[in-house]
């Protein structure tokens, strides 16, 4: 068997045969584990309008909040996945774990906004070793392709679970106390989470053939920062300020020094060699283009429903359930489809579902703070994003032989991660430029005070039109609030379709660019059979 990361182990006993020893104890450390990982995650998603009024912040840096998360997952993964091996799996789940359990402490006491990216950044690498530490290890105790399989499930099902709970765990503690209190939580969690993984659970390497890429993590890292830091802080800053400019084109040369270094590297993090195959590079831009899609439509929702109509937190995290819900529910039907239909129809199911719904929000009204005209758009993002989490993996492994399914797995996970990392950014960038523009156009023309007018130009050029929005009544410049609301939601209505256009990009790639593609493995395969897919770990469906 090969796994997500590469690492190679062998297939155990027939389904007779005795459970291995510890097999329960690390079923149980490894659901915690991911679990953790996720509600650190998905926590800020409800809370993002208290962060905004307790920490006064404004669009980019409430965006930094989320990314900062996910670039350290996505910077880091490939080399936690190593580290594992080398040292132990063990090892790395604590030390993940005892990671969010410091960054949700930081988180906690937080007080500006800066320190809460230093908190999200702590927990994203805590996530980062968490997710492949978790996965490889569970992997190591089953003894066949049927038990793994189950087992796999039950831990994706925890990850679902932990995107669905969390927002409402912090709109719970925000309802009665302070958002400070559900980062709270989280340390518990985390700290139950080492606890677990100590007692429960022995240790797992597999060192033979793998080291860590330096270099290759080096300039990775460095460029992806500098290109996403320029990609944030562009819509506010200005698109051609120096800081700006001189980030983009560093990271672009950083990027480009990580293909050079990787085409040389002896054990590249990312072997760029599979994008020789046509099926495999298109299954790799759709994961990164369709989790675009919905990752920027869950952190478009959160805005909309936080910052800019400033909802209770409870009320923020019911869409969510919808949202992120599916993924954890439809487990049990996903498993028999991939077993039944071709993974390629399920992906361009999917993504076509999450345009539709993305192409409806934005019909949707700012003005209007009920949740119903939601439902419909968040349940179709939610369903389409269920068949193509598993799908995208699925698909990507079937178009490569068994011997390169762990590396073709590790890669497309990487690049999913990545389209998740860039969903807040780019939906940021479509919004707060949009929103910007048109609000000084309307001011422009609006008959307001003159005192107000004038705070109004001072504020929105300090914090755009959000700080505007966020302006308590008979403050200077509230008198433009409802010119800032306006363009809020233009501009995220713009965002929405962004989105969309994403989703169904996502949707006409796979469906023509898989055209005549003969995959590695018949989708009727037997689930005791050692498929190309669940030789990659099997497909996980992680709602991130």
């Known amino acids: 068997m090969t796994l997500n990361n590469g690492t190679a182990t062998s297939y155990g006993p027939t389904a007779g045969a005795a459970r291995k020893p510890g097999y329960a104890g690390t079923l149980a450390a490894t659901c915690c584990a991911v679990f953790v990982a996720q509600v650190a995650n998905a926590l800020p998603a409800s809370l993002l309008g208290l962060f905004?009024?307790?920490?006064?912040?404004?669009?980019?840096?409430?965006?930094?909040i989320t990314a900062a998360f996910m670039i350290a997952v996505v910077c880091f993964e490939f080399t936690f996945g190593v580290l594992g091996d080398l040292f132990g799996r063990k090892k790395l789940i604590t030390v993940g774990a005892a990671l969010v359990a410091?960054?949700?402490?930081?988180?906690?006491?937080?007080?500006?906004?800066?320190?809460?990216?230093?908190?999200?950044?702590?927990?994203?690498?805590?996530?980062?070793?968490?997710?492949?530490?978790?996965?490889?290890?569970l992997a190591s105790v089953t003894r066949n392709a049927r038990e793994r399989a189950h087992a796999v499930a039950l831990w994706s099902g925890f990850l679902s679970a932990g995107a669905a709970v969390s927002p409402f765990l912090g709109g719970a503690f925000a309802k009665v106390g302070s958002w400070r209190g559900s980062f709270w939580v989280l340390v518990v969690i985390a700290a139950v989470s080492v606890v677990l993984t100590l007692a429960l659970t022995s240790e797992s390497r597999s060192p033979e053939g793998r080291e860590l890429d330096i270099p290759g993590q080096i300039t990775f890292a460095v460029g992806l920062i500098l290109v996403l830091y320029a990609a944030v802080e562009g819509p506010e800053s200005g698109w051609t300020t120096l800081p700006v400019i001189l980030s983009f084109c560093i990271g672009l040369c950083f990027l480009v020094g990580f293909v050079v270094v990787e085409l040389g590297a002896k054990s590249p993090i990312f072997d760029l060699t599979l994008f020789r195959n046509r099926a495999f590079t298109v299954a790799s831009v759709v994961a990164v283009v369709g989790m675009l899609a919905f990752l920027g439509a869950c952190f478009a929702t959160a805005m909309w429903l936080g910052p800019v109509q400033h909802q209770d937190p409870l009320r923020v995290a019911v869409p969510f359930l919808l949202l992120q819900g599916p993924a954890f529910a439809l487990i049990p039907v996903l498993s028999r489809l991939l077993h039944r239909v071709a993974p390629t129809w399920l992906l361009t199911s999917g993504f076509v579902l999450m345009a539709v719904g993305c192409l409806l929000c934005t019909r949707l009204d700012v003005t209007d703070p009920a949740l119903t005209a939601l439902v419909v758009p968040a349940l179709l993002i939610g369903v389409g994003f269920a068949l193509c989490v598993s799908s995208v993996t699925a698909v990507a492994l079937d178009s490569v032989p068994p011997q390169l399914a762990g590396m073709a797995s590790a890669t497309t996970n990487m690049l999913r991660d990545l389209g998740f990392a860039l969903g807040p950014v780019v939906v940021t960038a479509v919004a707060l430029s949009n929103a910007g523009t048109a609000f000084t156009s309307k001011l422009n023309g609006a008959d307001l005070p003159a005192d107000h007018l004038g705070a109004a130009r001072g504020i929105a050029a300090e914090g755009g039109p959000i700080a505007v929005n966020s302006l308590p009544p008979g403050a200077p410049g509230s008198a433009a609030h409802d010119l800032a609301l306006d363009a809020l939601g233009s501009g995220f209505g713009n965002a929405f379709l962004i989105c969309g256009i994403a989703a169904a990009l996502a949707a006409v790639l796979t469906a023509v660019g898989m055209i005549g593609v003969r995959p590695h493995r018949s989708p009727t395969q037997s689930p005791a059979e050692p498929s190309a897919t669940e030789q990659g770990g099997a497909p996980e469906p992680a709602a991130k």
């Open 52 to 64: 905004q009024a307790d920490l006064n912040t404004h669009g980019s840096q409430l965006t930094w």
């Open 102 to 137: 410091a960054g949700s402490t930081v988180a906690a006491v937080a007080p500006n906004v800066q320190v809460l990216w230093v908190g999200a950044t702590l927990n994203g690498l805590g996530a980062g070793a968490l997710f492949p530490g978790s996965l490889t290890m």
